[in-house]
């Protein structure tokens, strides 16, 4: 609850809690998720190395326990940080195996999460269709399980797929992952709709819609500090400096 609110501090001081009352109970399997748990929090911060080893430590775990649900939420994670570190290969190879392991475990949601990171991966790559495919899969499935907060993340990266080629369903795309972040109450994913809409409105002139969305947008991103958000924060502040 405290990650999907943006309480990344409280997050971590609830998951190392967590584990270290796992590690003296001698429950590994429990210790690999508070450190899969943590280590997708540490993302959030921008402590991509942080993030890394809790994740290798889960996956150590999870191949020493022979339990493949948790070996393929850890590598799905690792994947994400590989995106984000420059190796598209690397995150592909392993959202790859995670997905593969996921279907073996029967976990739908596991499935719908991977595919939506390989949506991102095939956007980045040029792959429209294919990024098309993997999404629309994805929201169905998270839609269907009940997963909303699943469901605007990966919306709001099918918003960015299509801003370039129709700036009209982006919007709606966009729009749908701001309601949807609106009302689970997460502002990291509310923060990435209303840029996406502040960009695209920016694009066709509208510089009133743009600031708009764009400056509460700003407020979110340099609140929560995301490491990974510091690039779009700066194309805010440039974007907002021109409309003055």
């Known amino acids: 609850v405290h990650t999907v609110h943006g309480d990344y501090d409280q997050a971590v001081a609830r998951h190392t809690a967590a ?8 429950d590994r399997a429990h210790q690999g998720y508070a450190l899969n748990e943590l280590g997708a929090v540490r993302r959030l911060q921008g402590d991509l190395d942080a993030a890394a080893a809790a994740h290798l430590r889960a996956m150590d775990l999870y191949v020493e326990l022979g339990e493949r649900f948790g070996q393929a939420n850890s590598l799905r994670h690792l994947g994400t940080l590989r995106r984000l570190s420059g190796d598209p290969d690397g995150a592909l190879a392993a959202q790859t195996e995670a997905l593969d392991l996921y279907r073996a475990s029967g976990s739908r949601g596991g499935e719908a999460a991977s595919l939506g990171e390989i949506g991102v991966l095939r956007a980045n790559a040029g792959d429209a269709p294919g990024a098309e495919a993997a999404f629309t899969q ?13 469901q605007a993340e990966v919306t709001n990266h ?48 509208d510089r009133q819609a743009a600031a708009e969305a764009l400056r509460p947008a700003l407020v979110i991103f340099q609140r929560l500090g995301a490491a990974e958000t510091t690039a779009t924060v700066q194309r805010l502040a440039a974007c907002i400096e021109e409309d003055h």
């Open 138 to 150: 994805a929201v169905a499935w998270l839609r269907d399980l009940g997963d909303r907060w699943g």
């Open 19 to 26: 584990l270290a009352i796992y590690e003296q109970l001698a």
């Open 158 to 205: 099918w918003g960015t797929l299509l801003a370039a080629t129709d700036p009209e369903t982006a919007t709606a795309r966009f729009v749908e992952a701001l309601t949807i972040a609106k009302d689970i109450g997460c502002p990291l994913e509310q923060a990435r709709a209303q840029a996406g809409i502040g960009q695209l409105a920016l694009a066709t002139g």
